[in-house]
């Protein structure tokens, strides 16, 4: 929460600082970890930081099932403004299941 105060008074890198100052403290424990990770994801995205984005491991387990939405929303995002369209397609495609083609 207190990152999100900091983006409200505008105060972005402290809010980036504190989350991932957050990310090092919860490295052993996965579900926080992933959470402050999904949070400092989002805030990159919105300072448009998309290559620093797209590199947290919340976004690129491959061990991960894909369960939260935000993944594939999150990475859709990042590639479009990364002008990556065809890794966006690629990766919303393995997001919908396998058999799945915009072709005919």
């Not at 490295?27 to 300072?47: D, G």
């Not at 930081?49 to 491991?57: G, I």
């Not at 919340?58 to 594939?72: A, F």
Request: proline content about 2%; charged content about 30%; hydrophobic content about 40%.
């Amino acid at each position: 929460m207190e990152a999100v105060q900091r983006m409200k008074e505008g105060k972005c890198e402290e809010a980036v600082q504190l989350l991932r100052d957050a990310n090092m403290r919860y490295k052993n424990e996965p579900e926080a970890n992933f959470n402050v990770q999904m949070a400092l994801v989002e805030i990159l995205i919105m300072l448009e930081r998309c290559q620093e984005a797209a590199e947290f491991s919340c976004l690129n387990d491959e061990h991960v099932q894909i369960s939260d939405g935000r993944i594939p929303i999150y990475k859709g995002i990042i590639y479009t403004m990364l002008r990556k369209q065809a890794q966006c397609w690629k990766e919303f495609r393995k997001s919908t299941g396998k058999g799945f083609s915009f072709e005919e």
